[in-house]
């Protein structure tokens, strides 16, 4: 099949979750079909992740995404006007549907559309009409965006942004009920986010990664050294519910760490923290904000603990396989762990109210034999359930319109030995 694929995103380097999710789709379908790659790209992208890109995809086709305050309220004025999101209103860019019409031109009939996301399905419906009969619409969700927005609003404090954010997600909750059902196909990343929208052709495809032959983390290796007692949190900072989650942790959470553990330190990496966060964390003890790390190698050999302590969200944390991948045992919230094929207190544990959650941390900190048996289990689910050359073997049947399919999985011990 000859396959245009939309995304909002450039999906290399793997540095976040959506990347990470889009590439390894990219990559199982360029694999059996001509794959038309259609993105945006930051001023961050550079040359060379589009070359890489090109090895497996027919083309690569670029539109610079352009964020400003004043594009941002333009968009909330259009949104408000039209009852539309802001998200779409923002991401609605007259360069990227003349970029589509020029790659349906050069390179078509094509055979299918694939939009990454909801941002990209404004795009994928416009495509539908370029050509006839229109080609197979595939929409990758990820999650149920409204259900983010939603949370959100119910975790601020302040009133007027409590009733924004509420009104993001009745608009995304209305936008995605009355465009999802016009694609062939839809996939999300959770049966959770599946459940919440009531649609005819819905899929479950979890996000999945290369398991390393290696655990970086020596706290895997029960004759490792003990190693300084140091917490690490990571993630994408100017997406609210990671910022919220890491501010919640130092300001609620952190202190009892520290009153049991007074040694540990915290370090929480990601690109562009807000200015709050970066005061909380001035203003704690042992904590330090390393913005954006290109190698986390360094940090994760250093620490003793992952963190996921988020209270808003949708789909599934992503870094969370990536720390059991890296074998660093991981402590987080029921809604940070959302989504995950996971057995509390076997491959991570949870902990929600503050005094719990800090109890489970300095558990784990003076706790080396617990830390390594979550270390060893989460690479063993990593291996059986998020393996993305077995796994994503669902998207061939997606494609091919076999709705029954469901990726066989080997026995844990067959993988785990």
Request: proline share 6%; with cysteine; net charge neutral.
């Amino acid at each position: 099949m000859k396959i245009v694929f939309l995304t909002q995103v450039l999906p290399y380097p793997l540095n976040a979750g959506p990347k990470l999710r889009a590439y390894y789709v990219l990559r199982q379908l360029a694999a059996q079909h001509e794959v038309l790659l259609v993105s945006f790209s930051r001023q961050e992208d550079r040359a060379d992740h589009i070359e890489h890109l090109r090895q497996f995809c027919a083309g690569v086709y670029t539109v610079p995404m352009v964020r400003s305050a004043r594009r941002t309220l333009c968009a909330v004025v259009t949104a408000l006007a039209h009852k539309e999101p802001v998200i779409i209103a923002r991401d609605r860019v007259a360069a990227m549907r003349r970029q589509i019409e020029d790659v349906f031109a050069a390179h078509g009939p094509v055979d299918a559309v694939h939009a990454d996301q909801t941002s990209m399905v404004q795009y994928a419906l416009g495509a539908a009409g370029l050509q006839t009969p229109r080609p197979r619409l595939v929409l990758d969700a990820h999650n149920a965006l409204h259900q983010v927005f939603r949370r959100l609003a119910e975790q601020s404090g302040n009133p007027l942004r409590r009733r924004l954010l509420a009104w993001e997600a009745d608009r995304l909750a209305a936008y995605e009920t009355e465009h999802y059902t016009q694609f062939d196909e839809v996939v999300f990343v959770t049966e959770i986010d599946r459940a919440r929208l009531d649609l005819p052709h819905a899929h479950v495809i979890p996000i999945c990664v290369e398991p390393q032959v290696e655990a970086m983390c020596a706290v895997a290796a029960p004759t490792a050294e003990v190693k300084p007692r140091q917490v690490l949190f990571v993630g994408t900072l100017f997406w609210p519910p990671n910022a919220e989650g890491a501010a919640w942790f130092v300001r609620e959470v952190w202190p009892l760490v520290l009153a049991r553990c007074p040694d540990a330190r915290l370090v929480i990496a990601g690109k562009r923290a807000p200015v709050s966060l970066l005061q909380l964390a001035d203003a704690a003890q042992h904590v330090a904000v390393a913005g954006y790390v290109d190698d986390l190698t360094a940090l994760v050999t250093q620490s003793t603990l992952f963190i996921a302590p988020l209270h808003a969200g949708g789909g599934m944390r992503v870094k969370i396989v990536d720390a059991w991948n890296w074998g660093i045992p991981v402590l987080a919230t029921t809604v940070g762990a959302e989504g995950l094929d996971y057995v509390a207190g076997e491959h991570l544990l949870i902990a929600d109210a503050a005094d719990a959650f800090a109890a489970a941390t300095v558990r784990l900190l003076d706790d080396p034999a617990l830390a390594a048996r979550l270390c060893e289990a989460g690479r063993c689910l990593v291996r059986r359930a998020y393996d993305w050359r077995r796994v994503y073997a669902a998207w061939d049947s997606i494609y091919a319109g076999s709705l029954a399919f469901s990726p066989a999985r080997a026995e844990p011990e067959t993988l785990c030995n």
